[in-house]
C-alpha cells in the first residue's frame, strides 16, 4: 500500500442538511474518480473523513477540515 498525500484536493458531494454528507466523486492527481463505494465515514473534531473506494477498485481517504473549508485526499 502506499500513502500517497496531495495538499489540496477538489471533492463533489452530495449536501443535505449539512455540507459534505456523503462524497460522490472527486480528482487525485488530474484525474477524476467517480465514488462506487463509501467503505467508511468517521467524525473528528476537525471535521469528516470518509473511505472511499473508486468503480477501479482503487481505496482513497478524503479529509475534510471544517475550519478552513479544505480537502485532503491519500490513496491507500
Same mark, same amino acid.
Given at each position: 500500500? $502506499?500513502? @500517497? @498525500? #496531495? #495538499?489540496?484536493?477538489?471533492?463533489?458531494?452530495? $449536501?443535505? %442538511? #449539512? %455540507?459534505? @454528507? /456523503?462524497? +460522490?466523486? &472527486? *480528482?487525485?492527481? =488530474?484525474?477524476?474518480? !467517480?465514488?462506487? /463505494?463509501?467503505? @467508511?465515514? +468517521?467524525? *473528528?473534531? #476537525? =471535521?469528516?473523513? &470518509?473511505?472511499?473506494? *473508486?468503480? $477501479? =477498485? !482503487?481505496? &482513497?481517504?478524503? +479529509? %475534510?477540515?471544517? $475550519? *478552513? =473549508?479544505?480537502? !485532503?485526499? /491519500? !490513496?491507500?
Amino acid at each position: 500500500m $502506499s500513502n @500517497q @498525500q #496531495d #495538499d489540496r484536493a477538489s471533492v463533489r458531494c452530495h $449536501s443535505g %442538511y #449539512d %455540507y459534505a @454528507q /456523503r462524497p +460522490i466523486n &472527486f *480528482t487525485h492527481k =488530474g484525474k477524476e474518480h !467517480q465514488v462506487a /463505494r463509501l467503505v @467508511q465515514e +468517521i467524525r *473528528t473534531p #476537525d =471535521g469528516k473523513q &470518509f473511505l472511499v473506494e *473508486t468503480g $477501479s =477498485g !482503487q481505496v &482513497f481517504e478524503l +479529509i %475534510y477540515a471544517e $475550519s *478552513t =473549508g479544505e480537502w !485532503q485526499i /491519500r !490513496q491507500m
